[in-house]
């Protein structure tokens, strides 16, 4: 298994913008989906973007154009840039890494980083 530890997290205001980073271990990183999901307190653990080992990205809605995912196999990071920040985007976020065809289904990743806080505020 690929070990994650994410980065980033933070207090915004409304509008802002944040880059979450994660790091991996290992030497097969660039054949692995990655995928960032996020918890908010009380509610289950969602889906928020995904970017398969050929480069191809999958959004949820609700941060469609304001979110985008990328990877640098070289450096063995998945970075997360969230532009347009809303109160509703306040969760902790998860980096996963899975299959290299993954999608948005949790069950597509199989190692998980311990979460880094991003709160925004209005």
Known sequence: QVQLVESGGGLVQAGGSLRLSCAASGRTFSGYGMGWFRQAPG????????????????YANSVKGRFTISRDNAKNTVYLQMNSLKPEDTAVYYCAAGVPWATQNKGDFSSWGQGTQVTVSS
């Open 43 to 58: 509610k289950e653990r969602e889906f928020v973007a995904t970017i398969r080992s050929t480069g191809t990205t999958y």
